[in-house]
């Protein structure tokens, strides 16, 4: 029984064509990151050096890769069995509910081992230049890929138990793959070697990060380490929390893989307009933008499909949107106040810094979910035959689903611009560099939505789409930080450059003079490349739309 | 495609004269080698209500994506209310609501918001659609659901929702692809009403449904459609007689012990290859032949002669339901006998 649920996890999806170009894709990836590398010379460096550094940018390309393609599969592993009503015939039948949950997670371990295994010509290259131990360093680079893949599987299946689609599933497992392997560098980086309560907050969140545990494996410099050793056993830590999590995870899944599961409430609750005055009273005191309030008609000055787009997002709604403006506006206000009072030490640019990779990572977040499902989720859902039946054009629809994701995205902008003015009045020789900062930005939010819209629009699954969107997106703005690793050696400095032009949040780094940045000159390049990719999205999305909406 | 068959009554039974709202001349759709619609001509009336049956694959949905202009003709005309469904598909948008089988819902949308934003899609103004939604939420008895989610109704208020939608913007014709389908009986009698008071209100309608006996009810003209041919076009009673070239009888009997030697009179009376069916049971004898009136006449007078005791002696009507069976079953080999029959009656029809 057990096998036969393991034959259908696994064996399904790995009868697709699709995955066999990924595998294929995958074999070629590793080769060529590899064969970039190879010595030409006939010269063989007794230590060891070159085989390493190569190793370290292999082994970094390999957890880069499983962050990004390998969450997609857990995500949406229940939530697509939910939809499709074949996990009710699951627990229906005499599997038990640790039975089904761990056929699913061996399955879908089982693609990241695939993942793994396509990258075993590419390490064995690197172990025949010499100077690697496999035990020592191959050995322990899998062991931790494995524990990667083992939490992410565990909290991508615990998140998929709990989503209502599987769009929401991914968007949420991201963000917590981007939170945890990312965001949890940042106060490491901004805060190391001051002392104190915020620099140990930042030791511990780090030992969290899968990246800083892996740049310990491998003798790099952490992302945004700035030179300075720490004695704290960062691999051990991270293994630590690692099982734990993934021990937490899958007990409170397999809680969950019963009646619980179904039982979950779409009722629509009690209209504002039907509650008591003084009710009524309180919900306005709590909400600018009541959801449960009935919502007037549509203007006739407003493009429908804009509003529709908003009103069936659950966290597009004007309440939600306002809320995380707020958030950002006070964080942002707060964060420069602070400086501004003395309360901390913190120089301008650390503050910049702090800014500008909370709204990058924002940014890269919400993107994708707004943008690449704003066709599949017609296609997917039958919504375009009928707005095909409908007097609006193609070019109103697509404005109004474009605008829809534009607005959110430029209001959590326009959010942080207070805390921008108030550096700006502090530091009036840095006017040019915000000035800079904030076209990165802006530049950055329409470069990932129309760049999101146009991959999105390929696809007639909302979570294919995302999951992809995301995946190429994250490579753009992260893949060129592991060149930007490799800096100096084994990569000159041209060509770090040249890989960070095409990196947004290099782009906004350097102009900020964030450390490790200070160096390059990716301005006007990266708005360049940003800018071309942009025309070329538009260019494409409508005419994808048009092609599909033509009469056959 | 020359095929000779049941008759094929390509003008309105009840023509009135003026012009039909919907109007299919020589529809074909062609998919390389393969014919999805071939050579359909069809009429419809206002006010009228048409129900299209076929089983799956028939031409149904290619039909009517034809007419609310998703796909395109091979060659053919399809004409609403005078308007071109291919050269000005935007207008047909205006004159046509369109229910497809499957709802389309969005997530997150309340079903009064939703059908708000379907009236903001056909330009309504905003004033009219804050009368017409909830006009159209009455008249479907989606009232009490207007706050409600639309993807966590059922099947069956869904299709309510759906039929409210398709009738927003006050169109001429509505097409209704399995509108019934998901329906309890209750709802499938509330529909059935509305429907034909759609009707009165002087909509034209065009049906797809499974459920026969449901189009039998409400249709004043149906369409029996298989492998994309127009194989019977009339009213239900018009498609009854097309098939009941052999016509079924039933003879009730007094006692059951009558039913033997009553089966064995009837067995030699008819042809050969009838099929005659003896129920000791219910005392009856039931048998399909394609005798004359006068030779029925015969059976009975003969069945008396030798003292069996009928109390009943009737034809059984054919419902829609037998008659798409015969179509769709036996379309070949109904085909071909009864064209030669027709034939010696000088009917002979191009479908």
């Given amino acids: ?552 | 495609m020359n095929v000779t068959a049941l008759p094929v009554e390509n003008e309105t039974p009840a023509s009135t004269g003026e012009p039909p709202v919907l109007d299919l001349q020589n529809l074909t759709k062609r998919y390389g080698s393969f014919t999805a619609l071939d050579d359909l001509s069809l009429t419809l009336n206002a006010g009228q209500i048409l129900g299209l049956i076929g089983p799956n694959g028939a031409g149904k949905t290619t039909t009517i994506k034809i007419l609310v202009g998703l796909i395109r003709p091979t060659s053919g005309s399809a004409k609403i209310a005078g308007v071109d469904c291919v050269q000005d598909a935007m207008q047909v948008k205006r004159l046509v609501g369109y229910m497809p089988d499957k709802f389309g819902a969005y997530d997150n949308m309340r079903v009064r918001e939703y059908l708000d934003f379907f009236g903001a899609a056909f330009d309504m103004p905003s004033d009219q659609r804050a009368k017409r939604v909830p006009e159209v939420m009455e008249l479907t008895g989606t009232e009490y659901m207007k706050d409600r989610f639309v993807e966590s109704l059922s099947h069956g208020m869904q299709q309510r929702v759906g039929l409210a939608r398709t009738l927003l913007h006050d169109p001429k014709v509505l097409i209704l692809d399995e509108p019934v389908n998901g329906l309890d009986p209750q709802a499938r009698i509330e529909m059935r009403d509305l429907l034909l008071e759609l009707a009165k209100q002087g909509k034209t309608l065009l049906v797809t449904s499974h459920i026969l006996p449901e189009l039998a009810r409400i249709c004043q003209q149906v369409a029996i459609l298989t492998n994309g041919v127009l194989r019977a076009h009339g009213t239900v009673e018009d498609i009854g007689h097309q098939v009941s070239q052999r016509r079924t009888l039933e003879v009730h009997l007094g006692t059951a012990k009558h039913v033997a030697a009553a089966a064995k009179i009837i067995r030699k009376s008819v042809e050969p290859e009838a099929e005659v069916v003896e129920s000791p049971t219910e005392a009856t004898v039931r048998f399909r032949t394609a005798q004359s009136e006068e030779n029925l006449g015969k059976i009975l007078r003969r069945l008396v002669k030798v003292g069996v005791f009928v109390t009943q002696y009737r034809e059984v009507q054919t419902d829609l339901e037998e008659a798409f069976m015969s179509f769709t079953q036996n379309q070949s080999s109904i085909a071909e006998p009864a064209s030669d029959e027709l034939e010696s009656d000088g009917v002979t029809t191009d479908v």
């Fill in chain 1, 1 to 552: 029984m057990f096998r036969a649920l393991l034959r259908r996890e696994l064996v399904t999806p790995l009868r697709r064509r699709r995955m066999i170009v990924f595998q294929i894709a995958l074999a070629t990836l590793f080769g060529l990151l590899i064969a970039a590398r190879w010595p030409t010379d006939g010269q063989v460096a007794l230590m060891g050096a070159r085989s390493q550094e190569i190793f370290r940018l292999f082994s970094f390309g390999l957890m880069a890769t499983l962050l990004l393609l390998f969450p997609v599969f857990p995500a949406t592993s229940i939530v697509s069995e939910k939809k499709s009503g074949t996990l009710e015939l699951l627990l229906n039948s005499p599997l038990g509910a640790w039975r089904i949950y761990f056929g699913k997670l061996v399955a879908v371990l089982a693609l990241a081992g695939m993942i793994l295994a396509m990258s075993l010509p590419a390490a064995g290259a690197c172990y025949s230049m010499g100077g690697l131990s496999l035990d020592q360093e191959i050995g322990k680079v899998y062991l931790l890929l494995f524990l990667v893949a083992l939490q992410y599987a565990a909290i991508g299946l615990l998140v998929s138990s709990y989503a209502q689609s599987a769009d929401s599933a991914i968007r949420l497992t991201y963000g917590i793959v981007l939170g945890t392997a990312l965001l949890t560098l940042g106060p490491h980086s901004f805060f190391q070697g001051t002392g104190g309560t915020l620099a140990k907050l930042g030791e511990t969140l780090r030992c969290l990060s899968p990246l800083a545990a892996l740049a310990s494996l491998s003798g790099a410099d952490s992302i945004g380490s700035q030179g300075l050793m720490t004695q704290t056993d960062v691999m051990g830590r991270f293994t630590a929390w690692s099982l734990l999590c993934t021990v937490i995870a899958s007990v409170w899944t397999m809680s969950r893989l019963n009646h619980k599961i179904f039982d979950q409430s779409r009722a629509a609750g009690t209209m504002s307009d039907d509650l008591s005055k003084s009710g009524r009273f309180f919900r306005r005191l709590f909400f600018l933008v009541d959801p449960q309030k009935r919502s007037g008609g549509i203007p006739s000055f407003l493009n429908p499909v804009m509003v529709k787009e908003f009103r069936c997002r659950r966290f597009g709604r004007l309440h939600w949107l306002l809320r995380l403006t707020a958030i950002c506006a006070v964080l942002s206000l707060g964060l420069t106040y602070a400086t501004t009072a003395g309360t901390f030490d913190w120089g301008v640019e650390t503050i910049g810094g702090i800014m500008v990779v909370m709204q990058v990572a924002l940014i890269v977040l919400i993107a994708p979910s707004l943008a690449a499902p704003l066709l599949s989720v017609e296609f997917e859902h039958r919504g375009w035959q009928l707005l095909r039946t409908t007097p609006m054009s193609i070019g109103r629809i697509l404005r109004g689903k474009l605008f829809s994701a534009i607005v959110p995205l430029m209001l959590v902008l326009c959010a942080t611009m207070p805390g921008y003015l108030v550096m700006a009045y502090i530091e009036p020789g840095m006017q040019l560099q915000v000035r800079r900062v904030i076209i990165c930005l802006a530049i950055t939010a329409v470069f990932a939505m129309l760049v999101s819209a146009a991959i999105g629009c390929f696809f007639s699954r909302t979570a294919a789409a995302i999951a992809t969107a995301y995946a190429i997106l994250l490579s753009i703005c992260c893949l060129p930080m592991l060149i930007w690793m490799g800096r100096d050696a084994p990569f000159g400095h041209d060509t770090v450059e040249t890989a960070l032009s095409f990196s947004s949040i290099a782009a906004a780094f350097s102009v900020i003079q964030m450390p490790g940045f200070e160096h390059y000159d990716l301005i006007p390049a990266n708005w360049w490349f940003m800018g071309i990719a942009s025309v070329i999205s538009l260019i494409v999305m409508p005419a994808w739309a048009y092609r599909v909406s033509r009469p056959q």
